[in-house]
């Protein structure tokens, strides 16, 4: 499993849709002051399911959503698609009832999307799904929002 994209649009600074394709492996996040380093941090815990709103500078969700500028207008969503790499199978989701849900892809697709009235939506490659179900997928390969 590794990190192969990070799509972001309307999250925070990030007006237009960003994609960040991660070719190698990653080890810090390095800018000028204002480029949106802390953001691209906060984008990665926010599509794990980071539920703190303080831990990502800001006190509801529709802070994540960008704010407009002289040039763009302001966002009424914002959302961030995170892309793993799965040819070696390692994620495991199981259904209510314990039986595990069939995730033979190679690639594995986590989205969070936010609205300007604070609701969210979960995706896993593209079906909607609960937070919770986000937790348990990423608790099967040791991962969680904040390490």
């Not at 799509?7 to 190698?24: C, I, P, R």
């Not at 000028?32 to 990502?56: A, C, D, F, T, W």
Request: charged content about 25%; aromatic content about 8%.
């Amino acid at each position: 499993m590794r990190l192969k994209t990070l799509e972001l649009n309307g999250f925070k600074s990030f007006a237009q849709k960003t994609v960040l394709s991660f070719d190698d492996s990653v080890v810090c996040v390095v800018g000028p002051n204002g480029s949106g380093k802390s953001n691209v941090v906060e984008s990665i815990r926010y599509v794990l399911g980071e539920q703190s709103m303080k831990s990502l500078r800001g006190k509801s969700g529709s802070d994540l959503i960008f704010k407009g500028s002289k040039t763009l207008p302001k966002g009424s969503r914002a959302s961030v698609t995170i892309y793993f790499n799965n040819s070696d199978k390692v994620f495991k989701l199981s259904n209510s009832e314990g039986e595990e849900v069939n995730l033979n892809y190679d690639t594995i697709s986590i989205s969070r999307e936010v609205f300007s009235d604070g609701l969210n939506k979960y995706s896993l490659n593209g079906t909607d799904v609960r937070l919770k179900d986000i937790h348990n997928l990423l608790a099967s390969v040791n991962v969680g929002s904040s390490g």
